[in-house]
């Protein structure tokens, strides 16, 4: 089945700007989207079809794209930044609704 | 405003199942997809499958496939997961989403299921 690959970890200071990749053989085709999850808490979606914020999203995350790697940038980031964020496709194989692994955000 | 709002806790021995709830309101149920999603402890989030509320279509991650029922109750604006012959490896926190387009625009809270003899 379809993976989607992110780095386990990435660490930032506060007030700098954190970039969170995910790569994947067939993304420059697929709508990329990307959750936060802070601990307990269910996911919420923070960017989608790559680059839009839903509403009560600040501008400071955006999403883009290049290649087989779509990017996850959070401008200023803070302590309440800190959370788990994941990419998601919808694919055509057997098992269409994929995530990636998941990347752990560090406000240093 | 949409809300998905979970049954509660569970705790479950192997090999038996388990029944959970998705109460949704706020908006019109047969337009949007339910999926479920798993998150087992310390892990990612994996997709287990949805149900279509319009036509009652279901789909299903393979590794599900003969363990998961996924129904729907127009009434009461519903939907349920029923996960049978469960093991310690399906202790996780299962959780609905919203499918809007292609992404998940709205969560459950999650439910927390252990499987434990």
């Known amino acids: 089945s379809y993976v989607l690959t992110q780095p386990p970890s990435v660490s930032v200071a506060p007030g700098q700007t954190a970039r969170i990749t995910c790569g994947g053989n067939?993304?420059?085709?697929?709508?990329l989207h990307w959750y936060q999850q802070k601990p307990g808490q269910a996911p919420v979606l923070v960017v989608y079809d790559d680059y839009y914020r839903p509403s009560g999203i600040p501008e400071r995350f955006s999403g883009s794209k290049s290649g087989n790697t779509a990017t996850l940038t959070i401008d200023r980031v803070d302590a309440g930044d800190e959370a788990d964020y994941y990419c998601q496709v919808w694919d055509t194989g057997s098992d269409p609704w994929v995530f990636g692994g998941g990347t752990k955000l560090t406000v240093l | 405003q949409v809300q998905l709002v979970q049954s509660g806790a569970e705790v479950r021995r192997p090999g038996s199942s388990v029944r959970i709830s998705c109460k949704t309101s706020g908006y019109s149920f047969n337009a949007h997809d339910i999926h479920w999603v798993r998150q087992a402890p310390g892990q990612g989030l994996e997709w287990v499958g949805s149900?279509?509320?319009?036509?009652?279509?279901?789909a299903y991650a393979e590794r599900f496939q003969d363990r998961v029922t996924m129904t729907g109750d127009t009434s009461t604006t519903t939907v349920y997961m029923d996960l049978t012959s469960l093991a310690s490896e399906d202790t996780a926190v299962y959780f609905c989403?919203?499918?809007?387009?292609?992404?998940?625009?709205?969560w459950g809270q999650g439910t927390r299921v252990t499987v434990s003899s």
């Open positions: 149900f279509n509320p319009y036509e009652g279509v279901t």
């Open positions: 989403a919203r499918l809007s387009a292609y992404s998940f625009d709205f």
């Open positions: 067939k993304i420059g085709r697929q709508g």
